[in-house]
């Protein structure tokens, strides 16, 4: 399993763009780069998912560059609702491969 | 999309005393469940992996017989802590996986958690 670090926190304000980056060097060939994002006293919701390049949905992108050892959030125009933990994964999602957390990055939206 | 279920959402226990959470996969079938547990201002520790038909595979560390694990169907798992103590207290989650679709790449839906208060 790929192990990934990002930044323990970040702070914000709303309506800026928040790009989060998490590294993540042993990435292996069938593994795609997932990212969650946690509420308090919630389970884990989606945000996107990717193997290369660019995909955007309607509330992220997410960015990989060619030799896929990092990845980027980006977060358009953040909102107090946003403030969250935000979870990079990476694994194989074909399998029955078991989810492992890292730390995930604190992000703080401030008025 | 898919949804996980998980109750009770909130449950406060006496020392020695057992408690049973569900997981159940509402809308598709779930061969592997995962179940996590999570304390205040920390990320989500993975416990054991849930499998329909068989044994449950636990994590280093974790007590297979304190925590027992249950997949008897394809859209339920079931985790019990037994002989309860407070330091049992925490967030516990649910997650599972649908390959029943088309795509080769699958997303895990999570439960909405499971807050254990040991008193």
């Known amino acids: 399993l790929a192990k990934t670090t990002q930044p323990i926190s970040m702070d914000s304000y709303e309506g800026q763009e928040v790009n989060i980056t998490c590294s993540h060097n042993n990435i292996a060939t069938n593994d795609y780069i997932t990212w969650y994002q946690q509420f308090p006293s919630q389970g884990p919701r989606f945000i996107i998912q990717?193997?290369?390049t660019k995909v955007t949905n309607e509330v992220a992108s997410l960015f990989i560059p060619a030799d896929r050892k990092s990845s980027t959030l980006s977060l358009p125009r953040v909102s107090l609702s946003d403030t969250a933990v935000y979870y990079c994964?990476?694994?194989?999602?074909?399998?029955?491969?078991?989810?492992?957390f890292g730390t995930g990055t604190r992000l703080l939206v401030s008025p | 999309g898919a949804v996980v279920s998980q109750h009770p959402s909130r449950v406060i226990c006496k020392s020695g005393t057992s408690v049973k959470i569900e997981c159940r996969s509402l809308?598709?079938?779930?061969?592997?469940m995962f179940w996590y547990r999570q304390f205040p201002k920390q990320s989500l520790m993975l416990m054991a992996t849930s499998n329909e038909g068989s044994k449950a595979t636990y994590e280093q560390g974790v007590e297979k017989d304190k925590f027992l694990i249950n997949h008897a169907s394809l859209t339920l798992s079931t985790l019990t802590v037994t002989s309860a103590h407070p330091e049992d207290s925490s967030f516990y989650i649910c997650?599972?996986?649908?390959?029943?679709?088309?795509?080769?790449?699958?997303?895990?839906?999570f439960g909405q958690g499971t807050r254990l208060t040991v008193v």
């Open positions: 997650s599972a996986r649908d390959h029943t679709g088309s795509g080769v790449n699958t997303e895990a839906f």
């Open positions: 994964l990476v694994g194989d999602v074909s399998s029955f491969q078991k989810l492992v």
């Open positions: 990717g193997y290369k």
């Open positions: 809308d598709f079938q779930a061969t592997t």
